[in-house]
C-alpha cells in the first residue's frame, strides 16, 4: 500500500513538474521556432514547431532573419553597447558594494548600525519616485546621454550590499585576528581574506546583477535619446515599432537578446545556487 502511495506521489510530481518545464520552456522553443521560419509560414492554420514550407509541406531552417537582424536592425551597435554597460555596471557593483558590506561587517565604526537600518529602509522606495531626482543628478554631471549615464548612476544596490553584509558577517573573525597579528592592514584583510573566501556571493550578486542591466529599459529609456547610444532592448523597443508584423524578424532578435543570458545562467547555475544557499546561513 505504501508503495502504491509512493508510485501516485512520484506520478503526479513528475506530471506537475512536465507540466510547468512546458509552461516555461515552451514560449523559448516557439521564439527560436519562428525566428527559423520565413514571414510567410509565421501564420499557418496548423501551428507547427519545426520551420515548415506552408505550400511543399517540407522542414527548413532559415537563417536570413539573424542576418538582416544584424544587418538593418541596428541591433548589431546596441548589443555593443549593452555588453559595455553590462560588464561595467556589474563590475563597478561588486567592488562598491563589496567594499561597503566588509566596511559595515568588518569593522567598527561610529554609528555604522544606524547608517545600515537607513539604507535598508530606501529599498522600501519605488525606483519610479527617485528617477526624476536621479535624472537630474545624472545631468548636472553631463552624464545625459551617454553609456556613462547608465553604467556610474547604478553603480550601487543596497539589496547587494544587504547580501555581501551577511555573508562577510559570518566569515570566522578569529581570520582576521591572525591576519591583523601579521600586520596585514584593514585593505589586506579585505583583498586577501574576505574576497577569497566570498566567490560564492560575488557570483550571485554578479549574476543578478548582469541580469538585471542586460533586460533594463527604463533608465535607458530616460536618459539615452541618441540612436547610436541605444541599448538593446531600447532597439527591440524601435524594432517591434517598425517592423511592420515581420514577427520572424522580431523573435530573431529576441533570441539574440536572451541567448547571453542563458549562457550565463547555465554556466554559474551551480555557484548560484550555492552562493544563494550560503547567504542565509548563520553560525
Avoid at 55 to 74: A, D, P, Q, R, W
Wanted: with cysteine; hydrophobic share 50%.
Amino acid at each position: 500500500m505504501k508503495n502504491r502511495k509512493r508510485l501516485i506521489i512520484k506520478f503526479i510530481a513528475i506530471l506537475v513538474l512536465s507540466v510547468l518545464t512546458i509552461v516555461m520552456v515552451g514560449p523559448f522553443a516557439w521564439m527560436i521556432s519562428t525566428s527559423l521560419k520565413k514571414s510567410s509560414d509565421v501564420f499557418t492554420e496548423i501551428p507547427t514547431l519545426l520551420p515548415r514550407d506552408k505550400k511543399t509541406g517540407e522542414i527548413y531552417i532559415n537563417f536570413k532573419n539573424y542576418l538582416n537582424v544584424f544587418k538593418y536592425s541596428g541591433i548589431g551597435k546596441a548589443f555593443l553597447n549593452t555588453i559595455i554597460v553590462t560588464f561595467s555596471a556589474t563590475v563597478l557593483n561588486l567592488l562598491i558594494n563589496s567594499m561597503a558590506a566588509f566596511s559595515f561587517a568588518c569593522t567598527k565604526w561610529p554609528a555604522r548600525k544606524k547608517i545600515f537600518a537607513l539604507l535598508l529602509s530606501t529599498m522600501m522606495v519605488p525606483f519610479y519616485t527617485i528617477l526624476i531626482p536621479m535624472l537630474f543628478i545624472t545631468k548636472s554631471l553631463h552624464l545625459y546621454n551617454s553609456l556613462l549615464g547608465l553604467i556610474i548612476p547604478m553603480g550601487g544596490s543596497v539589496y547587494n550590499l544587504f547580501l555581501m553584509k551577511q555573508f562577510f558577517g559570518n566569515i570566522p573573525v578569529d581570520l582576521f585576528e591572525a591576519a591583523k597579528i601579521d600586520g596585514i592592514g584593514w585593505f589586506g584583510l579585505y583583498r586577501k581574506i574576505a574576497l577569497p573566501l566570498s566567490k560564492p556571493v560575488l557570483t550571485v550578486v554578479g549574476v543578478t546583477t548582469f541580469i538585471w542591466h542586460w533586460n533594463s529599459y527604463t533608465w535607458p529609456l530616460v536618459v539615452i535619446n541618441d540612436p547610436t547610444n541605444y541599448t538593446l532592448q531600447l532597439q527591440l523597443s524601435l524594432l517591434v515599432s517598425s517592423s511592420g508584423g515581420r514577427y520572424s524578424l522580431m523573435m530573431a532578435a529576441a533570441t539574440v537578446a536572451v541567448f547571453p543570458i542563458l549562457i550565463v545562467f547555465i554556466i554559474f547555475q551551480k555557484y548560484l545556487i550555492k552562493g544563494i544557499t550560503l547567504t542565509g546561513l548563520k553560525e
